[in-house]
């Protein structure tokens, strides 16, 4: 895999949510109107204009309360499942992996039925992908497409005060990514690189990722990609089998 990669470094974040804030303007994308429902995370959840959202988890490990900060956003996966649901309902178009960068881009263009949006979600292992049913299209994280094509770096990285967000070749990510893990295991014993071989957006987190977020490690992307195409490939089979 070469091309580009995000190395997000969660023992670095504050939760400033600076690259939240920047996503947002780049992207000339509207506010969402929130509410406080007793959690330092705001918005709720990603939406159709939310591509980028500092997760926050408190919970209470051998007595002592701690918190756990997670960046999310698009995982811009090697091969991309959502990619693999959409061609395969018929949307050829929809989704494309950029040759240069390795981004997943999502083509407003294309118009999608919402229970064919349901079929393409389901099979992202990050719950990433969101819709807007007026419109029938989904979008999510660009990689700022427009400013990497630009010899910029996303805009989320840019803001970043702190240096957990990271961008730039992929090898030279990585190289980062394992020289920090080491750095961090002498104190971490549970430090991880969430799915570094499967995705260009490389989480390095010091704890069980699922205190982190329920998404925050996908299962396995080769077994969601397989059960999302036999579920599509089901009702084939079943008529195919009625007729024999």
């Known amino acids: 895999m070469s091309g580009k990669s ?23 994308l509207p506010a969402t109107k929130t509410k ?24 209470i490990s051998d007595g002592e309360l701690r918190w756990y900060f997670f960046p999310d956003q698009c995982r811009h996966c090697d091969e991309p499942p959502c990619k693999d649901v959409a061609e395969a309902l018929g949307y050829k178009d929809a989704v494309r992996v950029d040759k240069a960068t390795g981004a997943v881009l999502f083509n407003q263009k294309v118009k999608i039925k919402p229970d064919d949006f ?94 982190y977020y329920e998404f925050a490690k996908a299962r396995g992307i080769g077994i969601t990609r397989m059960l999302a195409m036999k579920k599509l490939i089901r009702p084939v089979m079943s008529f195919l089998g009625s007729r024999g």
């Not at 690189?193 to 069980?208: F, G, K, P, Q, S």
């Open 6 to 28: 995000f190395f997000i470094d969660t023992t670095k974040c504050t939760a400033c949510r600076g690259c939240q804030v920047a996503c947002k303007q780049w992207n000339q």
């Open 36 to 59: 406080n429902w007793g959690s330092h995370q705001n918005p709720k959840d990603l939406s159709f204009v939310t591509y980028k959202l500092v997760r926050f988890s408190e919970v």
């Open 118 to 211: 349901n079929e393409i979600k389901d099979a992202c292992p990050f719950n990433i992908p969101r819709y807007n049913p007026q419109k029938r299209v989904i979008s999510k994280c660009t990689m700022c497409i427009d400013r990497i094509s630009n010899r910029m770096v996303p805009a989320c990285v840019k803001t970043c005060p702190t240096g957990a967000m990271n961008f730039g070749d992929r090898d030279k990510m990585l190289a980062l990514a394992e020289k920090r893990l080491k750095e961090v295991k002498t104190k971490y014993s549970q430090a991880q690189l969430l799915n570094a071989e499967d995705v260009r957006t490389i989480y390095l987190v010091i704890d069980d990722p699922e205190k």
